[in-house]
């Protein structure tokens, strides 16, 4: 109890200037000690986030660790899903090859959290909570036995002072010796404490490159973690790829043309042959085929049934236009035209040119110039929209009334335009390339063809109807043949600058007096090709002013001020 007094006197009097503090630390050692702090507070921050950053529950056995971790939940629920679909989905395929993977990328993460757990987390620990503190709870020990040695110091000193001895002399009696022993050994537990305390400082700071290869092994242990994942996954890739690629049911709508059919095995895309070998049995004589739009459900529905290779005949041979929908769609959403981007100059180039006889040539000069699977769909299909113009009279689908609602799904820009644009070069351009082409398909492409290519629906072969076709010259005639033969016989009329007037007149259109409704019927038979208005963009960007003809009626009917609307951009369309 004294010695504790005396040691709070001595402090209360370093603390207020009385006393003089004994130093025993050298300076070195003092930076020492002001580095233990910072070393304790980061290496425990570091532990803590570390710890947080494991999955796996730690300091438990590698079971309850790996029934504990995300990774293997998951694999067990995709294996479960598996099991429940079976092998003969593909999806109960891809979800065991995945529930298998996810699996063993558990066990892979599990010995890695182990690793990281014995050579980087606990040393840290170690670190911030028990090599660090013990040496600052011997510097704490260290003060305290330098209060000891201070206060006997004091205490021996002013003994001197009460006897009137000089400070050279040395007190003498019981007392004074006790407390020159009392002085001397506390100078002796001092010194000893500071030589352990300074060896312990000295050896921190030499093992601070230790302390660092802690995160020297982190990154290790990551790097090889992630390797093996990597080579993990790598290696399962190749049979998940093999399994999608040995499915059957593959979609094809938005696909490109040669992977439908390199993935298909076919030479026809699978929606344009089951498509058109269905209108040849039922929708030949369909009045407005292509031009009408079908049922927006009944139309998803056969997109979905196709895109799965599934179909039903006789669900849909009751609704053509739901079918030539289909059809449209299917050409529409090709990533690129049927008729080609880099051919686009070569078709709109042919269209200009005012000589139909060259006109002509120069069509069949792009056409040859399509690759194979391009030029195969194309003679398919122009030869069943040949087929479909031999009963116009009934469906009224004209080569140009086709061309206008086709066109624009067949042949287009690899830049969005705008309506304008649209207008004029799809109706007009684009339209003067169809239309010869289906009037001249068997001079096109001579021969017949047959439509049902894998025989699973019944239709018919096209054959030659038109007399004048029989006189069209050979593709493969050179080019004097070709213009002696055709001397005799000039070809069918072709689309001319004033083809969209003349395709109006045909339908008893006279812009003179028309109104603000046939305006939005002819419209329509252009932005018809689009029943999304989503798919304008492909000609279109902002809508902008169309010039109205000077003799067109509009009243204030709803539908005349739509039009008015549209063409004055007071609103959108």
Known sequence: MKKQFNRMRQLANQTVGRAEKTEVLSEDLLQVEKRLELVKQVSHSTHKKLTACLQGQQGVDVDKKSKKLPLTTLAQCMVEGAAVLGDESLLGKMLKLCGDTQDRLAQELILFELTIERDVIEPLYDLAEVEIPNIQKQRKHLAKLVLDMDSARTRYYQSNKSSGLSSNLQPTGAKADHLREEMEEAANRMEICRDQLSADMYSFVAKEIDYASYFQTLIEVQAEYHRKSLELLQSVLPQIKAHQETWVEKPCYGKPLEEHLALSGRDIAFPIEACVTMLLECGMQEEGLFRIAPSASKLKKLKASLDCGVLDVQEYSADPHAIAGALKSYLRELPEP?????????????????????????????????????????????????????????????????????????????????????????????????????????????????????????????????????????????????????????????????????????????PSVSTGITFLTHLAAVLGSFPNPKDWRRFSSPVVSLQLHPGWILTDSPTDKLARRFVSRQGPL
């Open 338 to 510: 049927l008729m080609s981007y880099e051919l686009y100059n070569d078709w709109i180039q042919a269209s200009n040119i005012q000589d139909q006889d060259k006109r002509l040539q120069a069509l069949l000069n792009a056409c040859e110039k399509l690759p194979p699977a391009n030029n195969n769909n194309f003679k398919y299909l122009i030869k069943f929209l040949s087929k479909l113009t031999e009963y116009q009279d009934v469906n009224k689908m004209t080569p140009g009334n086709i061309a206008i609602v086709l066109g624009p799904n067949l042949l287009w820009m690899n830049n969005e335009g705008n309506i304008t644009e649209m207008m004029t070069t799809v109706s007009l351009q684009i339209v003067g390339i169809i239309e010869p082409i289906i009037q001249h398909a068997d001079w096109f492409f001579p021969g017949e063809i047959e439509f049902n290519v894998t025989g699973n629906y019944g239709s018919p072969v096209h054959t030659n109807h038109n007399a004048n076709y029989s006189s069209m010259p050979s593709p493969d005639m050179d080019q004097i043949d070709r213009r002696q033969n055709d001397q005799s016989r000039r070809p069918l009329s072709v689309a001319t600058d004033n083809m969209m007037l003349e395709f109006y007149k045909k339908d008893g259109y006279d």
